[in-house]
Every structure is written in C-alpha cells, then in structure tokens.
C-alpha cells in the first residue's frame, strides 16, 4: 500500500473517530427507518419501525423522524440489537422554521410595472374626454340660456332673430353629436381601464403569494435515548399507537345455485391517513377496538322504594341516532393482455396467504403478503378469508305485503369464521344482484341472510269467507272470515318454502279471537303470527287455507279488519 493511500486512511479514521465524538457531544443521532409492519383495528392502527445505526460511546439519543400523526404517547416501545441499553423512550413534534422565500421573478415586476404606466395613461386619457364633455355641456347651457334664445333681448330685427335661430339649431346639433361620440369613447376607455386594473390585481396578489411563507407541516418524533461502552452498529426497533387510521368489514356472498354452499369472502376496507405511506408492509387486520371500555361495570345499590305519585310537566325528548354506513367504493380492474394464448391456471388471491390467529380477547388475521397502502384517506380492500359454509335456501313469501319471494341463506358453522356487522356483495354465479347486511349478533347457531327477491316464485291472496253474524246466545256478534294462499313453484328444482302471515289479535277485552283452520301452520299466539314449511316441487303449486272467528259485543264496531 502506498504512503498515500495510508495516509489517506488515517486521515479518514481521524475525521470518523471525530465526527463520533461531535455526534455523540449533539446527543441526538439522526437515523433511517422503515416501516415493518401494521396492525390495523377497528379504531387506529400499531405502526412498528426499523433502524440500523451507528451508535456512538456514552449516552446518546435515537431520533425517528417523519413518523405517523396522532401518536399516542402512552403506546411507545422500543426494542433493540446490540451492546447498548435502552434507558427511555420519548414522543414530540414540531413545526420545522419556513423554507426561506424565494426571489420574484423579473417578469412578474416587468409586468406590473408595465401595467400600473397603462393605467395612468389610461387614466389620463379618461380624465381629458371628461373634461372635453364637461366642456360641451357649459357651452350647451350657455347657449340655452342666452337671453336671444330665452326671448328677454329685444331682437332689433327680424333678420337677426332668423340668424340667432339657425345658429342655436346648428350649433347644438354638432354639441349633441360630439357628446354622442364622446360617451362611447368615454364607455371603450372606461372598460380598457377595468381589464387592466382587474389584470393589475390579480399579478399583485400573485405577487403576493410569492412573498409569503407557508408553514411547514408538523414533524412527529420518536427519541430513544441509549447507553453504549463503545461505538457499535446496532438495530432499533419502536412501535407505537395512531389514531389515524381504521379498518371496517365488508363480504362477498357467491351462490352457484340453491344446491350448493355458499362461498363467503371476508373482506376488510382500511383508511389511513397516518401521513405516511405504508410501503411494503406485513399487515395485520385485528378485530380489536383499543378504545372500547377494558373496566368492568360495577353494579349501583338497587332501592325498593313505595310508590309516591308526583305530577309533573311532561317534556318531549327527542333523540338523535347516527346510522354509520359503509360507503361502497367501485373499484376498476385493467387486464394487460401479454400474449393471444390466455394462461389456464386460475390467479391466486390475497386471502391465500392469509392466516388468523386467535389472541387473548381479539383475532388477528395475518397477510404473508408485503402490502402497500397510501396516506389518502381512500378505501384500500384487503382479502382476509375465504370460507364455504353449509347452506340450506329457503323461499320466504309473506303473502299479505309481496307477491315475490325473498331467498333466505341459512348458514351453519359460521360461528368460528369471528365475523363482524357489515355489509355484503350478493353475487349468484358472477352477477352482482345486489347488497345485504350480515350480523352475527344474533344468539341462534344459524346465521340469516337474505339473498334478495325471486320472482320465478310468487304467491297470491284469495278471501273465500267474509261474513259477521249473530251468535245464537248471548248478545254477541261473530266475524268470520277465511283466506286462500297459492304459493307457485316456477324452478326447475324443487325448493324450500316458508309462508309468513296473520291473524289479528284483541286489543279490548270484551273481543275474543280463535282459530277455524290452521292448516299445518303453526301459530305463535302472542303475536298471531302464522308460519308454514314445506318442500315444493318443480314446476309445482300448493295451496293453504286458515280461517279464524272474531267475537265482539252488538253494539259495537270492530276497526282494523
């Protein structure tokens, strides 16, 4: 090795092993972090980052920069890979100072310039055609006041009054012609003068704009303050809470036909507007609501008191409900076609390399798959999971309200999917049909969902009774009335039938009502709700009958038949 070389080397390790020292003196150590993965809950979303740095002897601190907005202070952690130790980790923004301004350029002067000197002499020239009619105007009043004209000078002659009349005819006819000229002088200068004073404004205010100083948007920081016996490379990892950022359900529901399971595709919607773009990221999609209660609830005394009547002014109360819905988002697809010969293996999706973990009070869905979500505030869609789901249709007709049938998807096994409220696609084969809701909510092992209206099957009403009558003892009247439902089948596959409908039930006591016929319905009495199932063939037909009495007292009127 040359002397050269040497002592180049030297002189480096000199300038290194002092730039250390002058860092190490500054006490922060400005660094370079990625994003390595997101957790995304219901509310807000767990960001955790990387650095690789260069850590000097004694106590520094480790700032990240440019981080998520709305971090919460009481989530910060920090970890690390190395010989040194972690003593504390800190949060703080700032607004940086205003980049400086820049020079106007000359041609922005030049044209100002060139514009206020066409306005003055704009105004100039409007200044001297005023003058010229106000000019016109004192000579024309002049003239009509002349004690010739107005008859109080004693014309010596009739000659002269002859002469004194062409002359006021003639010499008010040019006046007259000369203001009509200078008005529409006066009118082009005047608007001249506007377009140049509004053109004026607005390179001013353009001017203006050049001369100030936006301020800079806030910068969030992360400090990890560390302890280290010697300069070392090492790994600093923090992780931290945002509030800027959500996630809500959606799902797909494809039907082949009634035959078949039900394919659900559960899907996440995620917004962010962290800041930061997520970049190749590991997402995780939680079904956890940080903010949700963590206390229990304490149950107050309960008091059995007697009964005090206190009258008092009623007040009205009105409450306001907020129905949050999920806004669908139409998404486009493009298809680059590379080559006339179309591949026949079928694309794989996201939720393949999904995987869902089951945590201490939440589940996590992981995605093997390095994901990139913009800071936009946009509707980005995640694919969590596909799942086929035993599925029994059923037809529901309520006859009374619809002609038309609704299907109704009857999902078993659907309680390990942790599903959550949300909207959902109906697709039957590859058809939008239209949108749902799911809600698993509910208590029953089976999971309702209506699939939309089918008009191949149909019902339709037909009264075959409808009468009131004396009852033979007693002074009591008897309404009797029977219905005739045709429920038909136009599949050319049997289906699953549920028929919903009525009978009234007594709203005073002296009213009684009793079933006539039931016709393999059942009936829930405390509503009076009737329900009928049964299988229908293809291309078939069934008809139902239920009849029912109402007993009143004579002299009264029954209402709501």
Do not use: C
């Not at 919460?72 to 400086?100: E, M, W």
């Not at 008091?303 to 669908?328: G, P």
């Not at 599903?419 to 058809?431: D, H, K, P, R, S």
């Not at 209206?453 to 009131?468: A, F, G, I, Q």
């Amino acid at each position: 090795m040359s002397i050269v070389m040497k002592k180049l080397i030297l002189s480096i390790a000199v300038f290194s092993a002092a730039f250390l020292e002058v860092r190490a003196s500054e006490g922060e150590v400005q660094t370079s972090s990625t994003i390595e993965k997101v957790t995304v809950f219901i509310q807000g979303a767990q960001i955790e980052r990387k650095a690789s740095v260069r850590i000097p002897k004694g106590m520094s601190t480790i700032v990240f920069d440019n981080l998520a907005s709305q971090i919460d202070r009481n989530s910060l952690q920090a970890t690390g890979l190395g010989k040194f130790t972690i003593t504390d980790i800190q949060y703080r923004h700032f607004y940086p100072a205003p980049n400086p301004r820049k020079p106007i350029p000359n041609s922005v002067n030049e044209k100002i310039l060139h514009l206020e000197d066409s306005l003055k002499m704009v105004a100039l020239k409007l200044e001297l055609q005023n003058s010229h009619m106000a000019t016109l105007v004192k000579e024309e009043q002049f003239i009509e006041r002349h004690p010739l004209i107005t008859g109080r000078a004693n014309a010596d002659s009739l000659e002269l009054m002859i002469a004194t009349t062409k002359f006021y005819r003639a010499r008010l006819h040019e006046i007259a012609s000369k203001k009509y000229n200078l008005k529409r002088a006066q009118a082009r200068t005047n608007k001249l003068y506007g377009a140049i004073n509004a053109e004026l404004t607005v390179q001013r205010n353009y001017r203006n704009t050049l001369n100030q100083t936006k301020p800079n948007a806030p910068r969030h920081q992360v400090l990890v303050n560390v302890v280290a016996q010697a300069p070392i490379y090492g790994v600093v990892e923090v992780n931290y809470f945002s509030r800027a950022a959500r996630w809500s359900p959606m799902y797909d529901l494809h039907a082949t036909n009634i035959k078949d399971k039900l394919r659900l595709v559960y899907k996440a919607i995620v917004f962010q507007q962290t800041g930061v773009d997520w970049k190749d990221v590991k997402l995780k999609i939680s079904n956890a609501n940080p903010y949700q209660n963590k206390i229990k609830p304490k149950l107050p005394m309960w008091y059995v008191r007697y009964y005090r009547r206190v009258v008092q002014a009623k007040k009205m109360r009105t409450r306001a409900y907020t129905e949050s819905t999920l806004n669908s988002v139409a998404v486009e697809k493009d298809m680059d076609v590379m080559d006339d010969a179309l591949p026949e293996e079928e694309a794989e999706m996201s939720f393949d390399y999904t995987q869902k973990v089951h945590n201490f009070s939440s589940v996590e869905f992981e995605i093997d798959l390095p994901y990139q979500i913009k800071s936009d505030g946009k509707a980005h869609y995640v694919m969590l999971k596909e799942e086929r789901l035993e599925t029994r249709f059923e037809h529901h007709l309520v006859p009374k309200l619809e002609r038309a049938s609704f299907v109704v998807a009857q999902l078993s096994g659907w309680r390990n999917l942790d599903l959550l409220v949300g909207n959902a696609n109906i697709f039957f084969g590859n058809t939008f049909v239209g949108s749902t809701v799911v809600d698993p909510t509910i208590v029953s092992d089976t999971l309702s969902i209506s699939m939309g209206r089918d008009e191949r099957v149909y019902s339709t009403t037909k009264v075959l009774k409808s009468s009131t009558k004396d009852k033979l003892l007693g002074n009591k009247k008897i309404y009797e009335a029977t219905r005739e439902i045709k429920i038909m089948n136009n599949h050319p596959t049997p289906i699953n039938v549920v028929v919903e409908d009525q009978i009234p039930m007594a709203g005073e006591k002296e009213i009684s009502v009793a079933m006539t016929e039931m016709d393999g319905s059942k009936l829930i009495e405390r509503s009076g709700l009737l329900t009928w199932k049964f299988d229908l063939r293809a291309r078939d037909r069934k008809d139902l009958k239920f009849g029912y009495t109402i007993e009143y007292p004579e002299d009264k009127k029954l209402v709501g038949l």
